[in-house]
T-cell receptor
Framework: EDQVTQSPEALRLQEGESSSLNCSYT??????LFWYRQDPGKGPEFLFT???AGEEKEKERLKATLTKKESFLHITAPKPEDSATYLC?????????????FGKGTLLTVNP | DAGVIQSPRHEVTEMGQEVTLRCKPI?????LFWYRQTMMRGLELLIY????????DSGMPEDRFSAKMPNASFSTLKIQPSEPRDSAVYFC????????????FGSGTRLTVV
């Protein structure tokens, strides 16, 4: 069974304090790893897709990386507006399989 | 583009009542997904459609749940009869089949069954 595990469950940072969130996965054949941001009371918002080990994507203060077993979301010099729950998800290969399996997320709080 | 539109935003109902959640996907998207989110279990896929046809409903918890997509611009998720353990936030998302990008989610329906 495909599994996605995110750590830590919650993370508190001071503004400007860089850190990383982890997403480890066990799947039969990875066809994409996705990062989303979710603000309270809203639906998840798409950030990045990574397809192969070694790939990196960047957006403002966020950088996502991928290995064969895990992905990291690096947050450089975070600001309070980066506070949100960050979700990762995987899509696996096979037939018409087009669904995403999500981890439970990391709740990030950035204090001013 | 108005995005994925879900209604209602909040629903409070009594145990045993029928509940219908509605979703309008982004125009041109041909894949539609229904997810349920709880603190304990996170985001769980209930069912998804490609070109209005249900592809995988293995996540539907039991026969009390049913979903339809009568056309490309509308889908419903129905719970009958509802139970307190159905209380959760239900999200609809849409995507373009074959796209390598992510889904676009709606704002969700918060369901409370008392």
């Amino acid at each position: 069974e495909d599994q996605v595990t995110q750590s830590p469950e919650a993370l508190r940072l001071q503004e400007g304090e860089s850190s990383s969130l982890n997403c480890s996965y066990t799947v039969s054949g990875l066809r994409g790893l996705f990062w989303y941001r979710q603000d309270p009371g809203k639906g998840p918002e798409f950030l990045f897709t990574l397809y192969s080990a070694g790939e990196e994507k960047e957006k403002e203060r966020l950088k996502a990386t991928l290995t064969k077993k895990e992905s990291f979301l690096h947050i450089t010099a975070p600001k309070p507006e980066d506070s949100a729950t960050y979700l990762c998800a995987v899509r696996v290969s096979g037939g018409s399989n087009y669904k995403l399996t999500f981890g439970k997320g990391t709740l990030l709080t950035v204090n001013p | 583009d108005a995005g994925v539109i879900q209604s209602p935003r909040h629903e409070v109902t009594e145990m045993g009542q029928e509940v219908t959640l509605r979703c309008k996907p982004i125009s041109g998207h041909n894949s539609l997904f229904w997810y349920r989110q709880t603190m304990m279990r996170g985001l769980e896929l209930l069912i998804y459609f490609n070109n209005n046809v249900p592809i995988d409903d293995s996540g539907m918890p039991e026969d009390r749940f049913s979903a339809k997509m009568p056309n490309a611009s509308f889908s419903t998720l129905k719970i009958q009869p509802s139970e307190p353990r159905d209380s959760a936030v239900y999200f609809c998302a849409s995507s373009l089949l074959g796209s390598l990008g992510g889904y676009t989610f709606g704002s969700g329906t918060r369901l409370t069954v008392v």
